[in-house]
């Protein structure tokens, strides 16, 4: 792949070179060569640069206005020195690792009527990269992509993308968003206005402070200190204030998780456990303690088990990557043509198959830390079969009555997978 896009940018290369100037002015052509050959191919992306309703909006930040300008002046005045053997190495990775090309292109995708340079798709992409600005800007986020390098940290982000693949998962996400937005049916402007808030918003979470307790024996007395943390990596379901002070709603926190950025663990009290959905990204559920009921449990985890989830998409990809490699129509939604093809070959009519339930290598996978020999030994294997019971009695009048009832015809002599085939089916 690189070596194609390679291929592609050298005629724009060689017109950058025609524009060079003999001898260098203390600036080199890294930062401002995007630009300049968005430039030279059409006018129209000069003109967006310049808008009041393009990359001009940016100007308006503190300083960033400086960076605006200059932009500006670039673009049609500026000469450089000699372009670098290394400038084309550079360009693939914006092509390939930019978060605001890929989220261009993944716009695209679910927007394929708008042109390219459509100012409405540019500013929807902008506002995508404005939100990792935040998201790479962050302490521990430096951190974790410098590690021992030296490198200029604007090159690392690229490089952490394009080996990272980006792409894909702009593609996939804003496949997801189609839906859980409710956009689908929306005009390809509002379709796109939506996603890109919902990314900038999900990436612009801060870390929340969590207060940690640190019980010490001082003599004979139990001493409990208290000091902060930061959470990002993993977060609690509820209403917190960020290391600023500032207040975010429980919502955003659900929304950050529901993304394939950070939060990547979430942990919720039984508030989480109806009317949520989780499952965009997660199809891992871990029990802290059991409940004490069928109905409970089967709530639980019908918050990862759900349409679209992660392990339907990762077992969809697992089996219908091949209908997208090597297409001749690279613009269209990828996971739309995968799933398409999953529903051709089908062999009934029924909308469970493959957005409900699609075979492959990955599971919904229940987690029960317990320690051994506790209570909760016994209590997992009553639920397990009881919840086989419930799913017979699924939708009944007095369902605890005729779980009771079933429990005590059958006792202990018919495993669950016999009382399985006794199950309503509940599929069109």
């Not at 724009?12 to 968005?38: K, M, N, Q, Y």
């Not at 975010?248 to 993304?259: C, T, Y």
């Not at 990204?281 to 059991?290: A, F, I």
């Not at 029924?350 to 506790?374: A, C, Q, T």
Request: include cysteine; charged fraction near 30%.
């Amino acid at each position: 792949m690189r070596k194609a896009v390679a291929d592609r940018l050298r005629e724009s290369v060689a017109a950058l070179a025609e524009r060079s100037g003999d001898t260098a002015d203390g600036r080199d052509w890294e930062w401002a060569a995007p630009a300049v050959i968005d430039a030279m191919a059409k006018a129209s992306s000069v003109a967006w640069v310049n808008s009041p309703y393009g990359f001009a909006l940016l100007g308006n930040e503190e300083g960033f206005k400086e960076h605006v300008a200059e932009l500006r002046t670039v673009t049609t005045e500026r000469t450089f020195g000699p372009v670098p053997d290394t400038l084309i190495d550079l360009l693939v990775d914006v092509a390939l690792g930019s978060p605001a090309v890929c989220a261009l292109r993944a716009l695209h995708r679910i927007a394929p009527d708008l042109a390219w340079d459509d100012h409405r798709l540019l500013k929807a992409a902008n506002q995508i990269s404005w939100g990792f600005r935040t998201l790479f800007n962050q302490h521990d986020a430096v951190a974790l992509l410098r590690k021992d390098d030296d490198d200029r940290y604007w090159r690392q982000v690229l490089t952490y993308g394009v080996e990272h693949n980006l792409q894909a998962v702009l593609d996939e996400y804003v496949h997801y968003l189609l839906d859980a937005e409710g956009l689908g049916a929306k005009p390809a402007v509002d379709r796109i206005a939506g996603i890109s808030r919902a990314i900038s918003e999900a990436l612009a979470i801060r870390p929340s402070q969590i207060d940690v307790e640190d019980p010490t024996v001082d003599g004979k007395k139990l001493v409990i200190n208290k000091f902060q943390m930061r959470g990002r990596f993993a977060m609690r379901l509820a209403d917190y204030k960020d290391e600023e002070g500032g207040a975010a709603r429980l919502s955003s926190v659900r929304d950050a998780f529901n993304s394939p950025f950070r939060p990547f663990a979430l942990a919720t009290t039984s508030v989480g456990q109806e009317g949520l959905d989780f499952h965009p990204y997660c199809y891992r559920l871990y029990h802290w303690n059991l409940p004490g009921n069928p109905v409970d449990l089967e709530q639980r985890e019908g918050r990862v088990h759900r349409f679209k989830g992660h392990a339907i998409r990762l077992n969809l990809a697992h089996r219908q990557v091949d209908v997208v490699r090597g297409r001749e129509r690279d613009h269209d939604d990828p996971w739309q043509v995968m799933f398409d093809a999953a529903r051709a070959e089908t062999e009934n009519d029924s909308d469970l198959i493959p957005y409900w339930i699609y075979e492959g290598p990955v599971k919904v996978e229940r987690r029960v830390p317990m320690l051994p020999f506790s209570r909760e030994v016994r209590r997992l294997e009553w639920l397990k079969r009881s919840l086989t019971v419930y799913r017979l009695a699924f939708g009944q009048p007095r369902q605890e009555d005729l779980l009771e009832y079933l429990h005590s015809l059958m006792g202990t002599a018919m495993a669950a997978e016999d009382l399985a085939d006794l199950q309503i089916r509940l599929q069109p």
